[in-house]
C-alpha cells in the first residue's frame, strides 16, 4: 500500500509556542490530504481537508488561524498549530489520497502526539 | 442521524476462532465505499479491506472479510483465525462519493484477543 510519513511523531512544547506538523505521501500524489485529531480511546476527529493549491476547508468548530494548514504540493501538507495550549495537546494523524472516486482510500501517517506544558 | 455506527466498544475473542464486528452506516447516496482500518496502540491507522456500494460480491482481504448486507446497510467485518496481533481498535468509515472526499468514521471497537 501506499506510505504517509509525519514529521514529528512525538512533540512536547511550551504554551504559547507553534508547533508545525508535516504530512508527506511518499509514493504517491496526494491530491487531498486530511488532518484529524484524536482524544484518547475516542475516533478521528476531522479537522480539515486540504486540496493541493486551494485552501483547506475546515470542519465546523475548527479555528482556521489556529490550526493553519498548508497544502503547497502534491506531496505535502503542513499544520500548524499556533500560539498552543495544554487543550491541544491531542494526537494528530494525517491522511491522503490520491483520487476523488470513492474507491481511493486514505492512507494514513503514523500520527503525531503532541504534549502542550 | 450518525452516517457510521459501531455499536461494539469492546469485543473479545479467543485466538484461532473468528470474530465479528458490527457496522452499520446512513446514506442516500447510491455510490459510496466502505472501510476498514486497524489502529494498534502505536496509533497508525492501517487500512485492511473495502467494499463498493455497487460490488456483488462481499470483499475479502487474507483473513479478513467484510460481510455486506446492502439492504441492511451494515458492512461487518469478520476476522477468521484470530492472532494475538489482531489486538487493536477497529474503526468502520464510509466515503460518500456524490457529496465530496470526507470519510465518516465509526466510533470503534477495541479487539482483544485472549491467548
Known amino acids: 500500500g501506499a506510505v504517509v510519513s509525519q514529521h514529528p511523531s512525538r512533540v512536547i512544547c511550551k504554551s504559547g509556542t507553534s508547533v508545525k506538523i508535516e504530512c508527506r505521501s511518499l509514493?504517491?500524489?496526494?491530491?487531498?490530504m486530511f488532518w484529524y485529531r484524536q482524544f484518547p480511546k475516542q475516533s478521528l476527529m476531522l479537522m480539515a481537508t486540504?486540496?493541493?493549491?486551494?485552501?483547506?476547508?475546515?470542519e465546523q468548530g475548527v479555528e482556521k488561524d489556529k490550526f493553519l494548514i498548508n497544502h503547497a504540493s502534491l506531496t505535502l501538507s503542513t499544520l500548524t498549530v499556533t500560539s498552543a495550549h495544554p487543550e491541544d495537546s491531542s494526537f494528530y494523524i494525517c491522511?491522503?489520497?490520491?483520487?476523488?472516486?470513492?474507491?481511493?482510500?486514505?492512507?494514513f501517517g503514523p500520527g503525531t502526539r503532541l504534549t502542550v506544558l | 442521524a450518525q452516517k457510521i455506527t459501531q455499536t461494539q466498544p469492546g469485543m473479545f475473542v479467543q485466538e484461532k476462532e473468528a470474530v465479528t464486528l458490527d457496522c452499520t452506516y446512513d446514506?442516500?447516496?447510491?455510490?459510496?465505499?466502505l472501510f476498514w482500518y486497524k489502529q494498534p496502540s502505536s496509533g497508525e491507522m492501517i487500512f485492511l479491506i473495502y467494499?463498493?456500494?455497487?460490488?456483488?460480491q462481499n470483499a475479502t482481504e487474507g483473513r479478513y472479510s467484510l460481510n455486506f448486507q446492502k439492504a441492511r446497510k451494515s458492512a461487518n467485518l469478520v476476522i477468521s483465525a484470530s492472532q494475538l496481533g489482531d489486538s487493536a481498535m477497529y474503526f468502520c468509515?464510509?466515503?460518500?462519493?456524490?457529496?465530496?472526499?470526507?470519510?465518516?468514521f465509526g466510533t470503534g471497537t477495541s479487539l482483544t484477543v485472549i491467548p
Open positions: 491522511s491522503a489520497t490520491s483520487g476523488q472516486t470513492s474507491t481511493d482510500t486514505q492512507y
Open positions: 467494499q463498493g456500494s455497487y460490488d456483488q
Open positions: 509514493d504517491f500524489q496526494a491530491t487531498t
Open positions: 486540504s486540496n493541493e493549491g486551494s485552501k483547506a476547508t475546515y
Open positions: 468509515a464510509m466515503r460518500e462519493f456524490n457529496t465530496g472526499n470526507q470519510f465518516y
Open positions: 446514506t442516500s447516496d447510491p455510490s459510496y465505499g
